[in-house]
């Protein structure tokens, strides 16, 4: 096997531009692409600054992909500091917890996908 790294995950959204919005606007997600498919639907994909992995945001017309939320991780060097952004970006987000293996919170985006916010104490960190 040659593979090297998860490419991008898919989230279905109902709306683009808000979507686009929120993981740019307010997660400080870099746009990588924003354009037309040959299907009349739109290929937005975002991503952390620097990372490997996207999050492509997705018709749920146009691919089919059954809608409802889905769940996801990110990973981060200060979740409280993180927490201050986000609710300051008008964000719920629920209070940091520790557990073994760091102190974790999620939100929901604007489609009810579940983002989990993890800062890993070294204990099943995945390494990067």
Avoid: C
């Avoid at 995950?9 to 709306?15: E, G, I």
């Avoid at 990372?51 to 889905?70: H, N, S, Y």
């Avoid at 991780?73 to 970006?89: E, F, I, M, P």
């Avoid at 760091?102 to 489609?111: L, Y």
């Amino acid at each position: 096997m040659t593979i090297t790294h998860v490419q991008f995950l898919t989230l279905p959204v109902a709306d683009h531009a808000r979507a686009r919005d929120f993981y740019v606007g307010k997660l400080g997600f870099e746009a990588l692409v924003d354009r037309r498919t040959p299907e009349g639907g739109r290929f937005v994909m975002v991503a952390p600054k620097g990372a490997k992995t996207g999050v492509v945001l997705t018709d749920q017309q146009v691919t089919g992909i059954e809608p409802g939320p889905r769940h996801f991780q990110l990973q981060t060097t200060d979740v409280d500091a993180n927490v201050t952004a986000l609710r300051a970006a008008g964000i719920e987000v629920a209070d940091p917890q520790s557990r073994p293996w760091g102190r974790a919170t999620s939100f929901r985006d604007v489609d009810g996908h579940t983002i989990g916010l993890l800062e890993p104490s070294g204990f099943g960190a995945v390494p990067r």
